[in-house]
């Protein structure tokens, strides 16, 4: 499996395991099924509601805690100094963990909400500094941020953001954003890789399948992975848990990336940074 290095010295697989949904025993079964077959890193968040089964998952797995990378995050209403750190050790005692692996900021401050936004953003990010200074993170990072909220919390962070998990996929894969962090060496991070299922009706990816002999899936997870990007699919399906991790054996040619890079828009799930917590009217 090939890692990458994050800014702070600290090493990610290419491919994780998203969790979002993943509740109760079958969340807990799919989690252990992953770890079996390859997967080390797993992707959940205070807001899914499911930290509890991830932890349960990790505990009852036999797998040593230390080859197993735990990424959660802080969701939108507990931004701020103090309601980080209540949020982040609530997190911490669900999970039944020492430490977590990567923290994310899940959304930024915005004007909508917030009287002053760069404020709360920074105030929320020198609490997961301190977080981290004290060993309780080993990264730290963003999700959702776009370019405006990231210059504005370059200003007053000493740390710098390891990651940014951004809605990255064909049809919607933010290339501008993903530029501007790789040229701050960020690494970026796809939330739905597969376009909330929007991807298999796709002429153009089932045909790159056929060619390839391979799932459309795992034609969209290559596409990001060659984008240099780190993708988290989800699955409680043995089959396609096994499927999304196998996706090293092939490689798409340059034509075949610019194809996909050239897709019209699908499966956006119409959610933006600067306007939460309303979603756009999005006709599929």
């Known amino acids: 499996m090939k890692e990458i290095v994050l800014n702070d010295g600290n090493k990610l697989p290419i491919i994780g395991f998203g969790t979002y949904k993943s509740t109760e025993q079958e969340g807990i079964q799919s989690i252990k099924n992953a770890l079996k077959i390859g997967y080390r890193m797993f992707d959940t968040a205070a807001k899914y509601n499911n930290e509890k089964e991830v932890g349960t998952a990790i505990h009852e797995s036999g797998f040593d805690r230390k080859e197993i990378i735990i990424t959660t995050k802080l969701w939108r209403e507990n931004l701020g100094y103090e309601a980080t750190k209540k949020a982040f050790n609530k997190s911490l005692k ?12 899940h959304w930024p401050a915005n004007a909508r909400n917030y009287d002053d936004w760069q404020k709360t953003n920074a105030d929320t990010w020198r609490a997961m500094e301190e977080l981290q200074a004290d060993g309780k993170i080993k990264s730290i990072g963003l999700s959702n941020f776009w370019q405006e909220h990231l210059e504005a919390l370059f200003l007053t962070a000493n740390v710098a953001p390891a990651i940014n998990q951004i809605e990255f996929h064909p049809g919607y894969w933010q290339p501008e954003l993903t530029e501007f962090c790789k040229s701050n060496d960020i690494m970026v991070e796809s939330w739905s890789p597969l376009a909330r299922g929007k991807v298999f009706g796709n002429e153009v990816i089932q045909s790159l399948a056929k060619h390839h002999h391979k799932s459309i899936a795992q034609i969209c997870l290559r596409w990001i992975t060659q984008h240099g990007v780190i993708s988290i699919p989800k ?10 991790f196998n996706i090293f054996d092939f490689k798409l040619s340059d034509k075949e990336m610019l194809l996909i890079n050239e897709l019209p828009e699908m499966g956006f799930s119409g959610e933006l940074p600067n306007i939460w917590p309303d979603v756009l009217d999005i006709k599929n």
Do not use: C
């Open 94 to 105: 669900t999970l039944k963990l020492d430490y977590i692996d990567l923290y994310l900021i």
């Open 235 to 244: 699955s409680n399906t043995l089959k396609r848990i096994e499927d999304n």
